[in-house]
């Protein structure tokens, strides 16, 4: 009965806890680390002469958040927002926030690191040089976003 609890402390030692959301036809997963807060589509403000992928900034609590749109960003059809529609704001160490639009948030998983397969594609696809990593959950495949990548701020497009 020991050497269980120990094993189990193992595998939850080598794994971490995604957010996946749906962008397009596709689920992507962020890693709940970056993940300050899942706030509902409001009025985002434009700003002029910003990158095509940033749609503005919206006011959340008093604090001046950035919004960006991530189907822009890998040169994917524009945002056609919804009901489910959400800004997930992401908290990154030298930058602040940074809110990203998404289609729908689905659930939470805990991938284990055996679970992912390592992305070794050479990134000739903007879309593939955001992509980590792919997790499989049960049958579904998660791609992984790479969120450094995403809110770099050189122009991919």
């Given at each position: ?32 680390c970056y993940v300050d807060n ?120």
């Amino acid at each position: 009965m020991a050497t269980n609890k120990i094993e189990t402390k193992e595998v939850e030692k080598d794994s971490k806890q995604y957010i996946v959301v749906q962008i397009g036809n596709e689920k992507y997963g962020i890693d709940i680390c970056y993940v300050d807060n899942i706030v509902r589509m409001q009025k985002i403000t434009r700003v002029p002469k910003a990158q095509v992928y940033f749609k503005g900034i919206i006011n959340l609590r008093g604090e001046i958040v950035p919004v960006m749109s991530i189907r822009t960003k890998m040169g994917l059809e524009d945002d056609v927002f919804t009901n489910a529609s959400r800004i997930i704001i992401l908290k990154i160490e030298e930058k602040g926030s940074l809110g990203v639009i998404v289609d729908e948030v689905c659930e939470v998983v805990t991938l284990a690191d055996s679970e992912i397969e390592k992305s070794n594609v050479n990134a000739t696809h903007t879309k593939d040089s955001f992509i980590s990593g792919v997790g499989k959950n049960g049958d579904q495949l998660i791609s992984l976003l790479e969120i450094n990548a995403i809110i770099d701020e050189k122009d991919n497009t």
